[in-house]
């Protein structure tokens, strides 16, 4: 009997000193997600807009006379509202170039498509500035796994719980402008270039057509892809969206 005793003793004892741990441990966890949350509003308080292209474009300097160029701009984003044609012929206008609207008078085209304005993620942002241009617009995706145990698995829930409303209250936002560049040069006098293109079409589930022309063209043409990002806690697209128009129309205007 006393013996009997003597282990339920020790099993209590255990017990106490596993729940205290546990609740150390689910009292230092709700501290770090709260430092975490602070963190990011602190340091993501102002807002940060950055514009990257995939791959550098040169084109050879013109004199005068040929400062002509014909502008084509799509938008083929859920954002239909994004117009941007306004502003690059106010800055390329600023810069001594005049914006024809027959493209066989111009000597440079300037062809753009924005393909995605949205949010985003960090990660997914640099995958799909990887691709370039007309690359697929999916990025990575980063999970986390937490370990588990026997007082760690309700304690990491009470934290992740807690994450969950420091994350509804300070939210570290993305959002981004997606756009596929095309420039094109007039070649200089006398000079022809062969443009070949392929073509895979697909056929049904499983088969393709493939499909190839050959052009001799008159033009040199250079592609890439234009990422605009903004950052901030809490953003809101309706603060992003005129600096990342800034950005994008930067970019665009700089090539010349």
């Known amino acids: 009997m006393e013996h009997n005793i003597k282990i339920y003793t020790t099993i209590t004892k255990y017990k106490y000193v596993n729940l205290a741990w546990t609740l150390l441990f689910a009292v230092m966890l709700l501290q770090l997600v709260g430092c975490n949350a602070m963190h990011t509003a602190v340091k993501k308080r102002d807002l940060r807009v950055q514009t990257k292209m995939s791959d550098s474009v040169f084109l050879d300097p013109v004199s005068q006379e040929k400062r002509t160029v014909f502008l084509q701009l799509r938008n083929t984003s859920d954002k239909q509202g994004l117009v941007i044609e306004t502003e690059i012929k106010t800055a390329l206008s600023a810069k001594g170039y005049e914006i024809v609207h027959d493209p066989d008078n111009a000597h440079f085209w300037i062809q753009a498509n924005i393909l995605k304005a949205g949010i985003t993620t960090a990660d997914e942002n640099k995958g799909i500035l990887s691709q370039g241009y007309g690359g697929a617009l999916a990025g990575a995706v980063v999970g986390a796994q937490f370990g588990s145990g026997n007082g760690q698995g ?78 901030k806690v809490n953003l809101k697209f309706a603060e992003a969206e005129p600096q990342l128009i800034r950005g994008l129309v930067n970019s665009i205007s700089g090539l010349l």
């Open 154 to 231: 309700a304690a990491t829930l009470l934290g992740a719980a807690a994450g969950f409303v420091a994350d509804s209250l300070i939210e570290d936002v993305y959002f981004n402008i997606v756009t596929d560049l095309q420039v094109s040069e007039r070649a200089k006098s006398g000079v022809k270039i062969q443009e070949n293109n392929q073509a895979k079409l697909k056929q049904g589930n499983s088969g393709y057509k493939s499909v190839t022309s050959n052009e001799i063209t008159d033009r040199k043409k250079y592609q890439t892809r234009i990422v605009s990002t903004a950052n």
